[in-house]
């Protein structure tokens, strides 16, 4: 369906398979003087992207998402074609969570009249892209950057809505704003299971014995963050007692720790000794195979409420 309405009970929810027509929406949005709302997303929708979309529908006129599974932040083939894929099922989510229009598009759409991917000018991820996430995962950050920005200038949201699970990116994404000067960055805090799990797209291809021992990321956060409320602050102690968490539970599942971190995001490859005010404890791990990532402020009251920036 190519920017037909569709309604399902909540109200028309618009449906573009390519940018342009998205494009024309956006601007008639903004043109009109609504505020727009927008939220980037790779599809295969869980609460945590729906609670980000309902929070962008309380404090916007219009919101709009994008389902879009980015080839140029995929180092791996095999994960890029694993990635779970349902355009249906995550528009019908989308409508019951106020969503007024949902785009898609191939990368060539994204950026007409380039040769191929190779030639697609890359953005700039800046300095936090480096470390972690950026050093396991050769041009990720480059990616993520890339289509965000394009996104940012075919949507020109007011403000764009992150998950606070994907931290590192959140900062990424807030020097593409900066860069850009809009939008404002909303980031809200990690949605999780009732057992503490972040929810994430790849969740679903957990047997159940990964599950379980993936809950070993969510408990090794929070005995950081224990360890800190009671005073520890050497960061060489804190990312200590994190891979020995990690590695509590062993049961045979196949369990691969990643990195296990203490970074402070104000300075982040320039982080000392010692853990300040607003660090956090961040970790990754392949559990059963599948690629895991979570993050935790120390100081539990950093993790209350959304932190705004960007623009
Ligand atoms: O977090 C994601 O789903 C993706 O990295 C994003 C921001 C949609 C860019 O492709």
């Known amino acids: 369906m190519t920017g037909e309405g569709e309604r399902d009970g909540h109200g028309v929810l618009e449906r573009f398979e390519s940018p342009a027509g998205a ?73 019951a969570a106020g969503c007024k229009m949902v785009f898609t598009g191939r990368l060539s759409d994204f950026f007409p009249g380039v040769a191929g991917p190779e030639a697609i000018p890359r953005r700039d991820p800046g300095p936090c892209a480096l470390d972690l ?63 503490g799990l972040a929810r994430s797209s790849r969740n679903v291809r957990l047997t159940p014995a990964a599950r379980e021992r993936a809950l070993a990321l969510s408990r090794a956060l929070q005995a950081a963050r224990r360890a800190f409320a ?40 320039a982080g000392g000794d010692s853990a300040g005010p607003t660090a956090r404890a961040l970790v990754a791990a392949r559990v059963g195979g599948v690629r895991l990532i979570d993050n935790l402020a120390l100081d539990e009251a950093l993790e209350g409420g959304a932190s705004k920036g960007g623009a």
């Open 23 to 95: 494009h024309a929406w956006c601007t008639a949005v903004r043109r009109s003087g609504a505020s727009l709302g927008f939220v980037p997303t790779m599809g295969a929708l869980h609460e945590g992207h729906l609670t980000l979309v309902r929070r962008a529908a309380a404090e916007n006129v219009r919101v709009c998402v994008s389902v879009f599974v980015n080839p140029l932040q995929f180092d791996d083939p095999a994960d890029l074609e694993a990635y779970p894929r349902d355009l249906d099922r995550d528009a019908a989510l989308l409508a």
């Open 230 to 269: 009671e005073g520890e602050r050497s960061v060489a102690v804190l990312e200590a007692l994190l891979t020995r968490e990690l590695a509590r539970g062993d049961d045979g599942t196949p369990f691969e720790v990643e990195y296990a971190a203490v970074r402070d995001p104000e300075l982040w490859g």
């Open 133 to 195: 996430e950026g050093a396991g995962r050769a041009g990720h950050f480059e990616g993520v950057a890339t289509i965000v920005g394009r996104l940012f200038e075919l949507v020109g949201p007011g403000r764009a809505y992150f998950g606070a699970k994907d931290f590192q990116q959140t900062l990424v994404v807030r020097h593409v704003a900066r860069e850009l000067g809009y939008p404002e960055i909303v980031v809200c805090p990690t949605s999780r299971d009732a057992d």
